[in-house]
């Protein structure tokens, strides 16, 4: 398998807030799609919102469930300010705040915010990633 993480899917309740909420919330450069999907292009990795329990039936899997999903989404940012001003802005247009900034034991600097679906985005800054 070459090294390479095409889509991220994410199964959401309400496709259209979903959109709403990565469109003008986060910022996300929306691609034209189909009425039942949203695509958005992030570099050569592309962010697809899909209805959860289409999702789950393309899988051929329960859409059932609850709790921590067992993963987050990450983005880097330049400074521990910007991890800051990048909640506030989230919170500020309905975006929850899972963890507040604070340094963290690597050296950096993290926090978390959930999407309207729950979905954990943690937002850090880390001196040791060039990947800014």
Do not use: C
Request: net charge negative.
């Amino acid at each position: 398998m070459e090294p390479r993480l095409s889509f991220v899917t994410l199964g959401v309740s309400d496709l259209q807030r979903a959109t709403r909420f990565y469109e003008e919330v986060l910022g996300l450069p929306r691609i034209p799609t189909p009425p039942e999907v949203t695509f958005f292009e992030l570099g050569k990795t592309w962010l697809a919102l899909y209805p959860r329990e289409l999702l789950a039936a393309d899988a051929g899997v329960p859409a059932a469930g609850s709790g921590f999903p067992g993963f987050t989404l990450a983005h880097n940012v330049r400074s521990a300010a910007e991890v800051d001003a990048l909640l506030k802005e989230v919170a500020s247009k309905g975006g929850r705040i899972a963890k507040p900034g604070t340094r963290a034991d690597w050296g950096g600097y993290t926090g978390y915010f959930a999407d309207p679906d729950g979905f954990l985005w943690e937002v850090a800054w880390n001196p040791q990633f060039p990947h800014t």
